[in-house]
Antibody
Framework: EVQLVESGGDLLQPGGSLTLSCAAS????????MSWVRQAPGKGLEWVSTMNPNGNTYYADSVKGRFTISRDNSKNTLYLQTSSLRAEDTAVYYC???????????WGQGTLVTVSS | EIVMTQSPATLSVSPGDRATLSCRAS??????LAWYQQKPGQAPRLLIYGASTRATGIPARFSGSGSGTEFTLTISSLQSEDFAVYYC?????????FGGGTKVEIK
């Protein structure tokens, strides 16, 4: 059974930094693309970032230059380093296992990041 | 960027009725479209990919169709557990983009 467990969400002030983690199990992590998708309170879904098995990375314009996706295949863990956080980054951040061509076929339960002064 | 527009924003349906949800893309692409279901307090769940292929374990009452710029999700006979928010997502181009969602509520 695929499991994705996010952690690291917190309450921060604007301008702060945070690293989110996603522990994966139940599939061959190193062979799979992985992504982060976020959802602001009461809003829809927004793709944030993807990392392919070959190390290629992709970012939404809204986070480019501020967020960095990475992975540790030895630990089956995906990361999202965030910096220069803004109020509009407040959201539940979901880790996803990507299916063929970057659809999101498995989701974690999410971790809440709140940016507020 | 491909903008995905879903309609209607809210759909009021009686249990047992058919629900038809629409998703329109600002640019044409083939069938790299997925549908997700999200219930309150839960993570989204993949329903349909490739515009019309049901994901593992998804009941046959869910069906998807379309290509190009017009896509449809049909729920043939709504069950109580189907009242939720539904999102479409294109995975043809970067950036990956979602529609704004359709809330299916009990009439």
């Amino acid at each position: 059974e695929v499991q994705l467990v996010e952690s690291g969400g917190d309450l921060l002030q604007p301008g702060g930094s945070l690293t989110l983690s996603c522990a994966a199990s139940g599939f061959t992590f190193s062979s799979n693309a992985m992504s982060w998708v976020r959802q602001a309170p009461g809003k829809g879904l927004e793709w944030v970032s993807t990392m392919n098995p070959n190390g290629n990375t992709y970012y939404a314009d809204s986070v480019k230059g501020r967020f960095t996706i990475s992975r540790d295949n030895s630990k089956n863990t995906l990361y999202l380093q965030t910096s220069s956080l803004r109020a509009e980054d407040t959201a539940v951040y979901y880790c996803t296992k990507d299916g063929k061509l970057h659809l999101f076929d498995q989701w974690g339960q999410g971790t809440l990041v709140t940016v507020s002064s | 960027e491909i903008v995905m527009t879903q309609s209607p924003a809210t759909l009021s349906v009686s249990p047992g009725d058919r629900a038809t949800l629409s998703c329109r893309a600002s640019q044409s692409f083939n069938i790299n479209l997925a549908w997700y279901q999200q219930k309150p307090g839960q993570a989204p769940r993949l329903l349909i990919y490739g515009a019309s292929t049901r994901a593992t374990g998804i009941p046959a009452r869910f069906s998807g169709s379309g290509s190009g710029t017009e896509f449809t999700l049909t729920i043939s006979s709504l069950q109580s557990e189907d009242f939720a928010v539904y999102y479409c997502q294109q995975y043809n181009n970067w950036p990956l983009t979602f529609g704004g969602g359709t809330k299916v509520e009990i009439k």
